[in-house]
């Protein structure tokens, strides 16, 4: 496969097939955790980890798992790295693991990563299936961050307040006052419509920007031809 089409994997999920925004896939989690920015890249950074690995050992193992029970195989590969992202989450960053709340185990039923294991994993390399792990990881992150800024920054007047719990340096109370305190928050961002209407949103914008129209491109004209 050339260098071309190995980047088109690793940008795909981006914008042309991000996992939210165009496949609609990982709703919930997108919708419960994206109440801060930092909650948004936390979930991201591990989705990202259990999308990457998971990918690589089920496309190394594609040839072996039987067709009739490749689903359990799946679910069983994935619910290993999630143990392993938990257990390092609880450990490093408890106020991460507290923010995230059920919705970190819950990334072994993550139709992303179920999904792209069924999809691409399964039938692709394992570069290939390495790079689709990483574009699909790089664009929920990507989504989750985006949301998560809109919702906070409207819904508290803060950004990345919590970051602190993923950069101990930053301290416990980091954050970055975007709204003065003295005018009042729209506190239904961080509600679950608030959620939904950016959602809706941004789905909106993914949609507009990738089946606009192209711009026709001038006709060349030919060497030598007159003027």
């Not at 980890?49 to 496309?59: A, K």
């Not at 195989?73 to 143990?83: D, L, P, R």
């Not at 790089?138 to 989504?143: A, D, Q, S």
């Amino acid at each position: 496969m050339s260098n071309t089409s190995k980047m088109s994997i690793l940008t795909n999920g981006i914008l042309n097939e991000n996992p939210v925004l165009r496949l609609v896939l990982g709703t919930c989690p997108t919708l419960a955790v994206t109440t801060m920015a930092s909650n948004g890249i936390g979930m991201g950074l591990a989705a990202t980890f259990v999308l990457l690995c998971s990918n690589i050992v089920i496309s190394a193992l594609r040839k072996i798992i039987p067709d009739q029970v490749r689903i359990p195989c799946y679910i069983t590969v994935i619910a290993g790295f999630v143990s392993v992202v938990q257990m390092v989450v609880k450990a490093y960053v408890p106020d991460l693991d507290k923010a995230l709340g059920v919705y970190l185990p819950l990334i072994v039923v993550n139709c992303i990563i179920l999904g792209r294991a069924e999809m691409f994993a399964s039938k692709n390399s394992v570069v290939d299936s390495a790079l689709d792990g990483i574009g699909m990881g790089i664009g929920f992150t990507i989504t989750l961050t985006i949301m998560g800024s809109i919702r906070e920054i409207l819904g508290s007047g803060t950004w990345m307040a919590g970051l602190g719990g993923l950069i101990p340096s930053l301290g416990s109370d980091f954050a970055i006052r975007v709204v003065p305190e003295s005018i009042d928050s729209f506190t239904l961002m961080t509600s679950a419509p608030g959620g939904f209407f950016v959602f809706g949103i941004l789905m909106a914008g993914a949609t507009w920007l990738t089946t606009r129209p192209k711009k026709a491109q001038p006709a060349e004209t030919a060497e030598g031809g007159n003027a």
